[in-house]
Structures are given as structure tokens and as C-alpha cells.
């Protein structure tokens, strides 16, 4: 580095010397102004003008200088004769008739420099061309530019000097930051892991859902071990021409050698990492060429050389087995996502330093948010801060978080929207109609609150309260079917009419029974077996089809049983809506006054109680089935499908 400096800056003064010598012999030369002929100079001279000739040293040129100081110097050519003296004979000037009052002719001296600032004023454009084009060459290379230098490593180095994230700083996955402290140690002490002949893991690859915080894991790993880190993405790996991804791979992996021990991390590694032989591309793909070069490089490394790999992907299932063999990616680290202790935690850090009021209760917080992860925790406190400083206030109340969380979930508040009479009082009944079934079925979802005000896309939201579950039952199937056929079925006992709003209800309960039928065995007429095998295309990683394993006869069977399942939801949310159809004007009423009912004001006005004061609730939220303010249609909710249920 130093070496390419000092001849950088080398050039640049070979260049500036030229460019000074060139201008100081153009003002060293004579300051004559005007050229005059040779005749001209005669009658000066006769005429007693002229106080000096300056001969140059070559002999081609005289400068006049004038007895009359105002006058300026003049140059005249005497290149056809060979001196001033016969140039002046020829005139009738001879040189018996000088006085000590006439002209003094002064021969300059030759500089020694003449040959050199000849030479220079030939060689110096093409001089400052060769290093005007040396300056942009070194520039490119310096910025990594892209048509310079396609074959060198885009990844970013940082030091470990200054570390700015450490674990502490990472919340909510305690296994995995367990398994990561075995690297940082071999990184800090590798001598206490060599004694024993134990060969720490060459690659670690991390797993979890989008916004988990693997990128964040493996900066905290590089902070702990206080070690050089180089970050790249996949993508940045792949161009158009073939061999510059793997060229590109061999430069990076000899960058991490000359800096070991380090940590070289790869981000969305699926970008080059997915499946060879998928048909798609050839021998000669630059993706799978990247890959392979990625493969050699980690067979590759020295024994001595204490390199570690991390990678982060959400698709672990669509990686080449090669990189996943012991050798290569040998440990795989879960960052799944947090439950409620996690998401206290991670409250906690993406709090700190921020003004928040004494009565926010960060369990309470942890509890409203089941699903999120770091990502959404990190928006929601920064849409709460948002909130706050917009009302001036000067700490972040429990009201903003409360907010700040229906924002990230759906969207802000559309009060300013109209709508009809006619659509508000159809939007009242449907969201009522959701909460009425929720209410008495017993393994249905606690109500959190319901409102007609717009939000986002919807028109109409309903919350529940969530779980941290991984494991739902044919009960609680059962009732969320009945609880979604809600609005629907509203519809129909008050209007005598069906509308577009139950659109994505219906797609929502279709899912989830046929769900029950094909993949959980929840029916009883079926037996337990899955029917159908999803298929996925390893380049699209989503699935395109479904190869049906089973014959005509059992998909027929198949379509009852949905049928009948849909229908019994259906039967049971009629019955409760018909049992209760006061209870339903009564509340439907009451959110065409208020806008707005809490959970605890729900359960008031269906109980006959007295209406409590409104407040920010502490449940969690999730919406239900709200209709699309353009359409009617329903936007697809958060959970569409329940998930797998884990083996015990």
C-alpha cells in the first residue's frame, strides 16, 4: 500500500516539474510585444532611436529596446544573415560611424538548460497524456470499478479494532449465540482447540426467517472475536460473462488468507448456492461455476489457516448438498423466532437511549407482538418514536407503542375515507358478525378489538389475541373456520344478501380445510395420510404444482369432506348469529356511533354489563378477515395457513 502511494505521488511530481520547467522558460524569454521589420530597424537606428540590441543566443532574433522609455520593445528576424553587424552594413550602417552615444549591441549567453527545455516542450504532451491515462487506470482499480477490474472481490472489509456490535447487542437467540461463542474462542485462542487435535468447523451457515438477525449475528461474531470481517452477498458474486464469479471467489478467499484469522460472511448464499443439475443453464452456468469455485475454496484451506465462513439463508432446503457436507458448512446454527422472553429482549436493546415514559410495560409490549421478529421490533419502536415526536411529546408513551403496532400490522388509520351509509352499516354488521361467533365458540381466539375505521386496505378490522403455539387442534381448526364464516353469515340473516367481502374469507377457510383433510389427517372419514406431494422448482423456490398420489374416487372424497366441514362452520356460526341476532344490532349500532370497541368493551355490551373506560389494550393483534376499502374484497391475512404442527 505505502509503495503504491510513494510512486502515485512519485508521477504526479515528475509531471508538475515538467509543467513548471515549460513555464518558466516562456518567462525567461524576451518580453518583446510587437515584430518589426529589418528596414524599420535601420531608420531607428539612424534616426538615434534605439538605446540597446539584445542578440539572441542562437543568432536568429534582436530585441530593440528605445531610448524612449513608453515606446515598448520590439523583435526583429535576422535569421537570413549571419550576424547583426553584416545585417547593419547592408543598411549603410557600418560599424566605424558607433559612437559611445550609439546603440550597444549584447550577445545573450546560451543557457545550458536550452537543450533540456526543448527536449521537454517536444516530449511533454505526450508526457502529460501517458499520465493523465496511468491516473485514471489507478483510479478505477482504487474504486473497484467495475470495467477495470471484473475479476477482483466486492466484499467489504472491516476491521476488528473498533468493534461496534457484539452479542450483547443481539436479543432473542440465546442457543444460537451459544453455538457461535465456540468460534469466536477459536478465533482468539486457536492454540487451546489445535492441542487437542479438534478441528474447529470451516463454515457456519445461519437459518431463520427474514428479519431474524442473521446478518446482525454474524457482525456480532466478528465484534466478540475482534478479527477482520469481509461481507459479500451471493449476488454479487454472479455477472453475465462466465468465470468472473469464480475468479472473483479465488480473490476473496486469497484476500481472507493474507488477513486470517477472519471471518468471511456470506449473505443470501442461495444466490449461488441452490441445487446443480436442475436442467436449467448448462455445465457452462456462471452461477453454478461460482459455486463450484466456492466448493474448491473451502476444500482447499490450509490447515494452518484459520479462516471460518459464515452464511445466512431463509431456504436451507434449496442448497446444493455439497456445501451442506461435513467438510464445508459443517454446523448450522437456527435463529428462529422469539418467543416472548426473546422479543423483551429485543425490546430492551432497540430501546436504549430512546425517551420512553415510566408507565410502557416491556412485557406487556413482548406479549402484543407474538410472530414478530427483530425486524418488526425494530420498525415498531422506531414508528413509536415517529408518533411521539409528531405530537410533540417528549417521551414515547404506551399509547404510541400500542399504535405504532396496528401500524406495522395493517397500515395508519384512513379516517379521512367516506363512506356510504349503506357500507358503513354493511362493514358494522360483518365485523360484528366475526367477533359475535369468536365470543361463543370456546376454542376460539380471544377478541383484542374491532373497529370499521379504515386502515391500510381494509375497511373493517377485526384482532385477536395470539399464542406463542406451535401446535393447533382440530377444535381450534374448527372454530376459526366458524369464526371467519362470521361476516358472511351476518350478511345474510340481516340483508338477505351476499356481497364480494367475504371473498378472501372463503379462500382463508377453503385453505384451512382442506388443510385438516390432505395434510394433517383431521378427518375422520380419510385416515391418517397425507394426500398430494408439493412440488417446487429449485430456481423459483416456490411450489408450481401438486402431483396428485391418489386416485379419482379419493379426490371426490376429499372434496366432500372439505365441503362438509365448511358447511358444519357454517351451520354453527348461523345458529349462534340467529340465537343472537339482538346482541348483533345492539353492537353493530354501537360501532356505527363509536367507530371503535375494545375487547373489554365488546364482552360488556354482549354480557349486558357496563361499558368500561376505553384503553389501550395490551393483547396482541392480528387481523382477522377486514374487507378492502376498494373492492370489498378481503385482503389476505397474516396467518393464511395454520403452521405444521412440530412432532412431539
Not at 430501546?351 to 409490549?365: F, H, I, M, Q, S
Request: proline share 5%.
Amino acid at each position: 500500500m505505502n509503495s503504491t502511494r510513494l510512486t502515485r505521488w512519485l508521477v504526479y511530481l515528475l509531471i508538475g516539474a515538467a509543467i513548471a520547467a515549460v513555464l518558466w522558460s516562456y518567462s525567461s524569454a524576451p518580453t518583446a510585444k510587437n515584430d518589426i521589420p529589418i528596414s524599420q530597424l535601420a531608420q531607428d537606428i539612424q534616426a538615434n532611436n534605439v538605446a540597446e540590441l539584445i542578440v539572441s543566443s542562437d543568432g536568429r532574433e534582436v530585441t530593440v529596446v528605445y531610448e524612449n522609455k513608453n515606446r515598448q520593445p520590439a523583435r526583429a528576424s535576422i535569421s537570413d544573415v549571419s550576424s547583426i553587424e553584416e545585417l547593419l552594413i547592408a543598411y549603410g550602417i557600418s560599424s566605424d560611424s558607433y559612437a559611445d552615444d550609439k546603440p550597444i549591441i549584447t550577445y545573450e549567453r546560451p543557457s545550458q538548460w536550452d537543450g533540456v527545455l526543448n527536449l521537454v516542450g517536444i516530449f511533454l504532451p505526450a508526457i502529460l497524456i501517458i499520465g493523465f491515462f496511468y491516473f485514471i487506470f489507478r483510479q478505477a482499480q482504487g474504486t473497484n470499478n467495475q470495467a477495470m477490474s471484473f475479476g477482483k472481490s466486492r466484499a467489504r472489509m472491516f476491521t476488528g479494532d473498533h468493534p461496534t456490535v457484539g452479542f450483547e447487542d443481539v436479543a432473542g437467540c440465546e442457543e444460537a449465540k451459544e453455538e457461535l461463542q465456540e468460534i469466536v474462542e477459536f478465533l482468539k485462542e486457536p492454540e487451546k482447540f489445535v492441542s487437542f487435535g479438534a478441528r474447529i468447523p470451516k463454515g457456519v451457515l445461519l437459518v431463520g426467517s427474514p428479519g431474524t438477525g442473521k446478518t446482525l449475528m454474524a457482525k456480532a461474531v466478528s465484534g466478540e472475536a475482534g478479527v477482520p470481517f469481509f461481507s459479500i452477498a451471493g449476488s454479487e458474486f454472479v455477472e453475465m460473462f462466465v468465470g468472473v464469479g469464480a475468479s472473483r471467489v479465488r480473490d476473496l478467499f486469497e484476500q481472507a488468507k493474507r488477513n486470517s484469522p477472519c471471518i468471511i460472511f456470506i449473505d443470501e448464499i442461495d444466490a449461488v448456492g441452490r441445487q446443480r443439475g436442475a436442467g436449467l443453464g448448462g455445465s457452462h452456468d456462471e452461477r453454478e461455476q461460482t459455486l463450484n469455485q466456492i466448493l474448491v475454496e473451502m476444500d482447499g484451506f490450509d490447515t494452518d489457516t484459520h479462516v471460518i465462513i459464515l452464511a445466512a439463508t431463509n431456504r436451507p432446503d434449496i442448497l446444493d448438498p455439497a456445501l451442506l457436507r461435513p467438510g464445508r458448512f459443517d454446523r448450522r446454527v437456527v435463529l428462529d423466532r422469539p418467543d416472548m422472553r426473546g422479543r423483551e429482549a429485543i425490546f430492551r436493546v432497540h430501546l436504549r437511549g430512546k425517551p420512553v415514559a415510566n408507565a410502557v410495560d416491556v412485557g406487556t409490549l413482548a406479549k402484543a407482538t407474538p410472530g414478530f421478529v427483530g425486524a418488526d421490533i425494530e420498525n415498531t419502536v422506531n414508528e413509536a418514536a415517529l408518533l411521539a415526536a409528531r405530537r410533540n411529546k417528549k417521551a414515547i408513551g404506551m399509547h404510541e407503542f400500542q399504535e405504532a403496532i396496528e401500524r406495522v400490522q395493517l397500515g395508519p388509520e384512513r379516517k379521512s375515507r367516506i363512506m356510504s351509509p349503506e357500507e358503513k352499516e354493511l362493514t358494522a354488521y360483518h365485523e360484528t358478525g366475526h367477533a359475535m361467533v369468536s365470543h361463543f365458540l370456546p376454542h376460539a381466539q380471544t377478541l383484542r378489538k374491532v373497529t370499521i375505521i379504515p386502515r391500510g386496505m381494509a375497511g373493517g378490522v377485526t384482532w385477536y389475541m395470539d399464542e406463542d403455539t406451535s401446535f393447533l387442534t382440530r377444535s381450534k381448526f374448527k372454530a376459526m373456520i366458524a369464526t371467519a364464516l362470521g361476516g358472511r353469515v351476518a350478511e345474510e340473516i340481516v340483508f338477505g344478501e351476499i356481497t364480494t367481502g367475504a371473498s378472501n374469507d372463503l379462500q382463508q377457510v377453503t385453505r384451512m380445510a382442506r388443510a385438516m383433510v390432505t395434510q394433517y389427517g383431521m378427518s375422520n372419514e380419510l385416515g391418517l395420510r397425507v394426500y398430494g406431494e408439493k412440488q417446487e422448482l429449485v430456481f423459483l423456490g416456490r411450489e408450481i404444482s401438486e402431483q396428485r398420489d391418489y386416485s379419482d374416487a379419493i379426490a371426490e372424497q376429499i372434496d366432500a369432506e372439505v365441503r362438509r366441514i365448511i358447511d358444519e362452520a357454517h351451520h354453527l356460526a348461523t345458529e349462534i348469529l340467529t340465537q343472537n341476532r339482538d346482541k348483533l344490532d345492539l353492537i353493530s349500532q354501537k360501532l356505527l356511533e363509536v367507530e371503535t370497541l375494545e375487547g373489554a368493551e365488546f364482552v360488556a355490551l354482549v354480557e349486558g354489563k357496563d361499558v368500561p373506560t376505553s384503553a389501550p389494550s395490551s393483547g396482541s393483534t392480528r387481523m382477522s378477515t377486514p374487507k378492502t376499502a376498494e373492492t370489498g374484497e378481503r385482503p389476505r391475512p397474516a396467518l393464511d395457513l395454520p403452521p405444521s404442527p412440530s412432532p412431539a
